[in-house]
């Protein structure tokens, strides 16, 4: 069985300095909300891009983690903000596909209350093991998975693209896990580290690839990561499940329609930028532009794949 998901998500950032598409904006500090805590991929690549729009603009972009529910919090934060410009979301598959899916409080409508910008990256998706548990390949996790009963795996929260992923790799390998809740990426790492859970599925598992604190198996990507040249794909290991997810960046709907293509086109420039790469790839994440129709798209083709993933996980969707 083949089973592919494109994840993505993102942020704004810099733009052409001698651009006048938005006329004078921005005259004043812009704020970067970023809906989970800081330290995780997503919290880093945001503040790159907030770095570079700030040079490439000549005002502060701050950013402000605010996380809670899975990403939903700050994300609601986001919806309610201004449609001035000056408020900005850097989201991704779980806030504004997941989430819907899966929350009947939910407080904001992720295509209603939003107008997609960009997308920046995708993401590498590595599966991670606690090196007490010996394995040396990812066969070796399958074989526990199906001869135990299940793992313990962890997640940054109910509904996070970590849960859903690692559902639908148990999915393809017919295997079953225990899910581990947490409120950020670095307490689901620590808690791998430590033996507290079993397994992990997330991009910045690479930034512990060769410190021999945990057991790095697999990357669920086409092609393997050029900074993890031995670890080797699912496909390669023999089980045919690809995941890559997506950061892109939002702004509340109504946001005037030339400070989204001033921003869209901003985000362009950084995707290209050396640095901005080589950080990226450092991360766990691939350099992928998508201009704002094309991230529109893309949310509207992951809620059919996502639905699909709860249904067979036998999770209450909405």
Do not use: C
Not at 277 to 283: G, H, K, V
């Amino acid at each position: 069985m083949r089973v592919f998901v494109s994840i993505a998500a993102a942020l704004g950032m810099s733009v052409l300095a001698t651009s006048v598409v938005a006329g004078e904006w921005p005259e004043r500090p812009v704020t970067l909300i970023v809906p989970y805590g800081a330290g995780g991929a997503t919290d880093r690549i945001a503040r790159l891009a907030a770095d570079r729009l700030s040079t490439e603009y000549g005002q502060p972009v701050i950013v402000e983690n605010k996380p809670g529910a899975g990403g939903s919090l700050g994300t609601m934060l986001a919806a309610n903000a201004e449609n001035d410009g000056y408020t900005l979301l850097f989201a991704n598959n779980s806030t504004h596909v997941i989430q819907p899916l899966i929350n009947p409080n939910l407080q904001y409508d992720p295509v209603a209350d939003f107008e997609p910008v960009a997308s920046l990256t995708d993401a590498s998706v590595f599966v991670g093991t606690s090196k007490g548990l010996g394995f040396e390949n990812l066969g070796d996790l399958v074989d526990h998975l199906r001869e135990t009963g299940g793992t313990t795996y962890g997640s940054t929260g109910i509904g996070s693209m970590a849960q859903f992923t690692t559902l639908l790799f148990l999915d393809a390998v017919k295997g079953q896990g225990k899910h581990i809740p947490y409120n950020d990426t670095n307490e689901a790492m620590a808690a791998v580290m430590s033996g507290e859970i079993e397994m992990l599925m997330a991009p910045n598992i690479l930034q512990q690839y060769g410190q021999d604190t945990l057991d790095v198996l697999a990357v669920l990507s086409a092609e393997r990561h050029p900074k993890a040249p031995d670890v080797p794909t699912a496909a390669e290991a023999g089980f045919d499940v690809e995941v890559v997810g997506w950061f892109g960046v939002f702004a509340p709907d109504g946001t005037p329609d030339d400070i989204v293509q001033k921003l869209s086109a901003s985000m362009e420039q950084v995707v290209a930028d050396a640095q901005f790469r080589e950080t990226a790839l450092l991360t766990g994440l691939f350099p992928k532009y998508r201009d704002n129709a094309t991230l529109r798209q893309t949310i509207q083709d992951h809620s059919k794949l996502f639905r699909n993933i709860g249904e067979s996980a036998g999770i209450e969707l909405q």
